[in-house]
């Protein structure tokens, strides 16, 4: 199994930065990819970004692409998500996933991000 701890969340202003961290521990040598989604209240997970553990290739929601950017540390097993330009609409519960062999997805718990207009 994976374990994921998520931090960084937070309470800032539109227009603000924030950087949220995942850091994963257990069988971290299974990891084949991982990523970062997004719940807001009343609407479904979605997925914000993903990361290629081995390649590094990464892909983008439409709403966030020039605006965060999703980056890894293979040697201290971290993943991170680089949130610039925030708005309001970027409010929501954090969630980082891990993909790893045989197809199961393993779940954080979550980080609180707060934008205010």
């Known amino acids: 199994q994976v374990q994921l701890e998520e931090s960084g969340g937070g309470l800032v202003q539109a227009g603000d930065s924030l950087r949220l961290s995942c850091a994963a521990s257990g069988r971290t040598d299974s990891i084949t990819n991982m990523g970062w989604f997004r719940q807001a209240p009343g609407k479904e997970r979605e997925l914000v970004a993903s990361?290629?553990?081995?390649?590094?290739?990464?892909s983008y929601a439409d709403s966030v692409k020039g605006r965060f950017t999703i980056s890894k540390d293979n040697a201290r097993n971290r993943v991170y998500l680089q949130m610039n330009s925030l708005k309001p609409e970027d409010t929501a519960e954090y969630y980082c996933v891990a993909g790893v062999f045989g197809g199961n997805r393993y779940w954080g718990q979550g980080t609180q991000v707060t934008v205010s207009s």
């Open positions: 990361i290629s553990w081995r390649s590094g290739s990464t």
